[in-house]
């Protein structure tokens, strides 16, 4: 049974972000202050990466777990209402990121995705994750154009 009325559960839904999330935000700004300079939601980019490296072809997603269905075995069983909305609609949301993945993966991008709790608890690792990453594409540019 939901603790809230349908109008209180209408303003909470309203309010969740699409972009500009609070682990988009911190990721975007270690990475700016690491010096790194993209894109952001990119929408000419198949799946609306949040971050985007356009000419290395690296797209980077910022996925909280909620939506994106962390440890979804386990998690799945905790809804206590609305089962047969919640479940379908979050496993098509990781259906829709293997979709993402592969589309991108087969058009020559690298896509990385990160889940909130990564980012919240060590936002360093991510960017050195993208770091290498980088690195990686710029010398395999360098590499077919030498």
Not at 47 to 70: M, N, Q, T
Request: aromatic content about 10%; glycine content about 4%; proline content about 2%.
């Amino acid at each position: 049974m939901d603790r809230l009325t349908p109008a209180q559960r209408r303003k909470n839904m309203q309010r969740v972000r699409n972009k500009d999330s609070q682990i988009e935000l911190k990721l975007r700004r270690a990475l700016w202050h690491a010096g790194f300079r993209y894109r952001k939601n990119l929408r000419s980019v198949f799946g609306c990466p949040d971050v985007v490296f356009l000419r290395l072809k690296i797209a980077v997603f910022c996925d909280s777990e909620f939506w994106h269905g962390y440890d979804w075995e386990n998690r799945k069983h905790d809804f206590k209402s609305r089962q047969d909305f919640w479940i379908p609609k979050i496993e098509r949301n990781m259906a829709r990121d293997r979709e993402v993945n592969e589309r991108l993966t087969a058009e020559g991008w690298t896509v990385l995705r990160f889940f909130g709790r990564q980012i919240k608890n060590d936002v360093g690792e991510c960017v050195r994750v993208v770091a290498e990453t980088v690195a990686q594409k710029k010398s395999e540019a360098r590499l077919c154009t030498g």
